[in-house]
């Protein structure tokens, strides 16, 4: 498989763009090699700009959930292209994406749609801040809200310390105000709230992460957030912006039912275009301008073709029976990788939850960061690779889930199970 022309636009990028990638997640620095450039997708597939065509588990690292251009996404954002791309002021649009969030999403009573998932974040935060009057807020180790300032940390010296810069160009005082836990750990969350509960504004967490690989929070784990932020006045948020209309169409809180006071959402509801959204109680999200103080603004905040496009998306989903076929295939591709890794003697665990998943190399299953990063990454970018080179595009990273989309055939999973057989054979030796 040649990708001469992927090579020639990768040095071009790189004299034009940092690294020659506008995302570290596209550098394909934990796999070496050279990121692949694609030219279009179509269902499952991909198509590089050599020709390559590959089986996409990407899905632009979540949204594409009907696959590419699905015609109820495309005809959607033909008929809005049409009258226009964008207004700066109010639409109806905006208003019926809102109330499909609502419908859907057990704790949301109001919304306010932004541009990312980093936005959503960055703006629940504040909101939490404004509400309680408080300043700290509780992360958890390996769950990743974008590039907020306040929380690209690392944790301190103990799971109760406040954390540190991650990153340069963020300062000591940004992350002063922020914890740092171990994931699925009840009792270091308790321990933090006895230590600092009055100076709380909240939890945020990943009900499912997804940035280091997926792995699910225990019933246990977020039932004890949820009681702990109530009984010291401390708001929730759940970041449901991978996991939202993915693993479920009211997102991993209602699988869980767990009600938090704050969500965060993103990918699936722009229906593949930029957006992003937060809302929660109403007495709570009126805390916004221009009802209340806390300050949030965005010139392009529902965007008429993000929002025509994540109609027609969540639309598909509600009326269509897509979540018994996403955990169908999903459930034969996981329990067919457990299969082949085992017949070829490779130590994995395979992590699900609906229509994401991660195949770790690793023995253990994985609960959190300081298991997961304990997975083989060097074997990983073997089986990468070997995947790549049979035609099916994987996240290029151990530390990422891929995704299944209801485009994705039986035949489809099929070939990819035979595939990562061939590889996991030759993996096993290294």
């Known amino acids: 498989m040649t990708r001469e022309s992927s090579h020639r636009a990768f040095e071009r990028a790189k004299r034009l763009i940092p ?15 050279e990121p692949i450039f694609f030219r279009r997708g179509e269902g499952a597939w991909l198509v590089d700009v050599d ?35 964008s207004f700066g002021a109010p639409t109806e649009a905006e208003s019926e994406l809102a109330e499909l969030v609502i419908q859907a999403v057990p704790s949301i009573e109001k919304v306010r749609l932004v541009n990312s998932g980093t936005e959503a974040t960055m703006s629940a935060i504040r909101l939490a801040r404004g509400h309680t009057g408080r300043d700290v807020i509780v992360k958890f180790a390996g769950n990743y809200h974008g590039h907020v300032d306040s929380l ?25 105000d922020t914890l740092v836990l171990g994931y699925n750990d009840p009792a270091g969350l308790a321990e933090a709230f006895r230590r ?3 100076r709380i504004a909240a939890v945020i967490c990943e009900p499912v992460v997804g940035n280091m690989g997926c792995v699910a929070g225990t019933p246990e784990f977020l039932q004890a957030a949820r009681e702990v932020t109530a009984r010291h006045g401390a708001l929730l948020i759940f970041d449901e912006v991978m996991t939202g209309f993915r693993v479920a169409y009211g997102g991993a809180q209602s699988l869980y039912g767990i009600t938090p006071d704050l969500t965060t959402l993103g990918k699936i509801i722009g229906g593949g275009l930029p957006v992003g959204a937060y809302g929660g109680r109403a007495e709570i999200m009126d805390a916004m ?50 299969a082949s890794a085992a017949a070829s003697g490779v130590p994995v665990h395979v992590a699900r939850c609906g229509s994401m998943m991660t195949l770790f190399f690793n023995a253990e299953p994985v609960t959190d960061w300081e298991t997961a990063r304990r997975s083989d990454t060097k074997r990983y970018a073997a089986y990468f690779w070997g995947m790549v080179e049979r035609g099916i595009y994987l996240p290029c990273s151990q530390y990422e889930a891929l995704f ?24 096993g030796g290294l």
């Not at 690294?19 to 090699?33: K, L």
């Open 19 to 33: 690294g020659g990638v506008n995302s570290p997640a596209r550098a394909f620095g934990a796999v070496g090699g």
């Open 289 to 338: 301008l221009p009802v209340g103080r806390v300050f949030q603004a965005g010139t392009l905040s529902g965007n008429p073709l993000a929002t025509a496009a994540g109609i027609a998306t969540l639309k598909v989903l509600r009326d269509g029976d897509a979540y018994a076929e996403l955990e169908r295939r999903s459930s034969r591709l996981a329990s067919g990788l457990a």
């Open 404 to 427: 299944v989309s209801t485009a994705h055939a039986d035949d489809d999973i099929e070939r990819t199970l035979a595939a990562a057989g061939e590889v996991l054979a030759g993996v």
């Open 51 to 85: 020709g390559n065509r590959y089986l996409d588990y990407v899905g632009s690292w979540g949204p594409m959930i009907l696959g590419h251009r699905h015609p109820a996404v495309v005809a959607a954002l033909e008929e809005a292209i049409s009258r226009g791309t």
């Open 152 to 176: 690209l940390v690392a944790a301190g010296s103990s799971a109760a310390t406040l954390a540190v810069p991650d990153s340069p160009g963020v300062t000591a005082g940004t992350s002063r």
């Open 196 to 198: 600092h509960g009055e």
